[in-house]
């Protein structure tokens, strides 16, 4: 069983063709997916479309992107009922984007905490969304240290690889663990190192497409090309990569 920890079939570029996707991912032997929210409509679609399609292993997280930050007060009120929904199993996508910079860094700060507090408050995992801001991230971080955290897209490099993994977080790794150039080199350093225990796989669907489709739309069902990459770099076989992944998504969202 493979498994994509971050798409967004809930996104303008998927959702019109929402089933042909989530039937080549069923033929790529991508058993769940776990849909991301990035606002409010799109963490409503996202528990809609987990509840509609469970026999598909569809899962939904909820949250506000720091891209998004800025049109939101507060945590949505509507969330604390979303989330009763069992097929919601994580909150985000939430963190610091500091590379765009679409909402001032203080808003991003004040969201990304108010997310971190709702995820203790309800005894839930979060998924991360931190882009050349990880020295301000981890400095968050280390108060709510005991948040089950996901870093999706892991960017922080060998870097902040040891302190990520002090605090018991997953390392999700996506299409650029598949393109050419410095940035991608240096994450496959990462993922020779990372222990098994940390690592997740996703794609981020429709975006961060694997070779050999970079330039198109990304789809779950392509999650494999990230999990054939990693088992090259590990020198392990796709079989026993799918094991580890599938038992740290299991730990990590509290699948049974
Ligand atoms: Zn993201
Ligand atoms: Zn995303």
């Given at each position: 069983?493979?498994?994509?920890?971050?798409?967004?079939?809930?996104?303008?570029?998927?959702?019109?063709?929402?089933?042909?996707?989530?039937?080549?991912?069923?033929?790529?032997?991508?058993?769940?997916?776990?849909?991301?929210?990035?606002?409010?409509?799109d963490s409503c679609e996202a528990a809609a479309m987990a509840g509609d399609f469970p026999q598909y292993g569809l899962y939904a997280s909820v949250g506000i992107?720091?891209?998004?930050?800025?049109?939101?007060?507060?945590?949505?009120?509507?969330?604390?009922?979303?989330?009763?929904?069992?097929?919601?199993?994580?909150?985000?996508?939430?963190?610091?984007?500091y590379h765009y910079d679409h909402s001032p860094r203080d808003v991003q700060k004040r969201m990304f905490e108010l997310h971190l507090k709702f995820a203790e408050?309800?005894?839930?995992?979060?998924?991360?969304?931190?882009?050349?801001?990880?020295?301000?991230?981890?400095?968050?971080?280390?108060?709510?240290?005991?948040?089950?955290?996901?870093?999706?897209?892991?960017?922080?490099?060998?870097?902040?690889?040891?302190?990520?993994?002090?605090?018991?977080?997953?390392?999700?790794?996506?299409?650029?663990?598949?393109?050419?150039?410095?940035?991608?080199?240096?994450?496959?350093?990462?993922?020779?190192?990372?222990?098994?225990?940390?690592?997740?796989?996703?794609?981020?669907?429709?975006?961060?497409?694997?070779s050999p489709f970079r330039g198109k739309r990304n789809e779950p069902s392509y999650v494999r090309y990230v999990y054939e990459a990693i088992a090259h770099e590990?020198?392990?076989?796709?079989?026993?990569?799918?094991?580890?992944?599938?038992?740290?998504?299991?730990?990590?969202?509290?699948?049974?």
């Amino acid at each position: 069983m493979l498994i994509d920890s971050h798409c967004h079939i809930n996104s303008d570029e998927l959702r019109p063709d929402a089933r042909a996707v989530i039937m080549r991912a069923m033929d790529a032997d991508v058993r769940r997916m776990v849909i991301v929210g990035c606002d409010y409509e799109d963490s409503c679609e996202a528990a809609a479309m987990a509840g509609d399609f469970p026999q598909y292993g569809l899962y939904a997280s909820v949250g506000i992107h720091p891209h998004e930050a800025r049109r939101y007060p507060d945590i949505p009120p509507e969330f604390s009922r979303i989330i009763q929904n069992k097929r919601v199993v994580a909150i985000g996508e939430t963190g610091l984007d500091y590379h765009y910079d679409h909402s001032p860094r203080d808003v991003q700060k004040r969201m990304f905490e108010l997310h971190l507090k709702f995820a203790e408050d309800n005894n839930m995992p979060v998924i991360l969304h931190i882009r050349d801001a990880m020295n301000d991230a981890m400095e968050i971080l280390t108060v709510h240290r005991g948040v089950k955290m996901l870093f999706h897209c892991y960017s922080g490099g060998l870097e902040y690889l040891n302190e990520v993994i002090g605090m018991g977080g997953m390392c999700a790794f996506g299409g650029a663990i598949t393109w050419d150039g410095k940035n991608s080199e240096e994450l496959r350093e990462v993922v020779r190192r990372i222990p098994a225990g940390n690592i997740l796989c996703e794609t981020d669907s429709p975006y961060m497409t694997p070779s050999p489709f970079r330039g198109k739309r990304n789809e779950p069902s392509y999650v494999r090309y990230v999990y054939e990459a990693i088992a090259h770099e590990r020198s392990i076989s796709l079989q026993e990569l799918a094991g580890i992944v599938e038992g740290n998504a299991r730990r990590f969202f509290g699948w049974e």
